[in-house]
């Protein structure tokens, strides 16, 4: 299933399949190195990415007219005694930031893992990164941790490294602002 992007209407969202493996190598290897870390797997790896593009479960790629891939997000869930949680990871190519690709990335990502049944949303952001906090907590996330000094950035500076968490339940009318109550039942909104 694909969806149309809002303010980016050249960009299409859909799940990672087998015609994604070349383009998906490519736009993450274009990506400067601190970004790709948020992926948090070796995405530079063809072996990695192939097995991915193979499984094609819960991780889904913003296309362009060209083909060529502008933004990637996956849904993780995590395991044992924590596997009502899933993690966000979120990354949207440099040239394509600021026309709300990566927002409407994370709003697919969201209603994915909330219709797949987690309870509990997570997503590592670095500390003072504007965009990424502006865009999560729009979403209803909010900062549950604050890991200092966690992460080095690309000239060897330490930085903090925040959690941000959300609720599904404590929080559900809040996603009514946002539609994706709208988006899971696949119809608007009485209300
Ligand atoms: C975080 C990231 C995904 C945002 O992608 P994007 O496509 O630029 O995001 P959007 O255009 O949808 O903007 C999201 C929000 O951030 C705001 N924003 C954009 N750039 C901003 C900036 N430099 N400073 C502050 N806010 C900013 C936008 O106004 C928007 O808020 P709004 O919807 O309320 O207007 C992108 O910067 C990125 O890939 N960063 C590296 C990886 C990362 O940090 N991932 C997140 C954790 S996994």
Do not use: C
């Not at 797997?41 to 990695?48: L, N, Q, R, S, Y």
């Not at 209803?140 to 925040?162: Q, T, V, Y």
Request: overall charge negative; hydrophobic content about 40%.
């Amino acid at each position: 299933m694909t969806d149309q992007v809002e303010r980016n209407p050249e960009s299409t969202v859909e799940a990672v399949g087998p015609g994604h493996a070349d383009a998906l190598l490519s736009f993450f290897s274009g990506l400067p190195e601190g970004d790709r870390t948020f992926i948090k797997e070796d995405v530079t790896d063809p072996a990695t990415v192939r097995s991915w593009v193979e499984d094609g479960s819960s991780r889904w790629v913003a296309t362009g007219a060209d083909g060529g891939i502008d933004g990637y997000v996956a849904v993780r869930r995590l395991s044992g005694w924590s596997d009502h949680v899933a993690e966000l990871r979120l990354v949207v190519g440099p040239q394509s930031r600021g026309t709300g690709l990566g927002r409407v990335l994370a709003r697919h990502a969201v209603t994915e893992a909330i219709s797949a049944g987690a309870t509990k949303l997570v997503v590592e952001v670095v500390a003072e990164q504007g965009s990424a906090l502006a865009l999560f907590t729009g979403l209803g996330f909010r900062g549950e941790a604050l890991l200092e000094d966690h992460i080095r950035d690309r000239s060897g500076e330490l930085r903090d490294l925040l959690v941000l968490a959300h609720r599904v339940d404590a929080t559900w009318s809040a996603m009514d602002t946002v539609g994706l109550s709208e988006a899971l039942d696949g119809s608007p909104d009485p209300g």
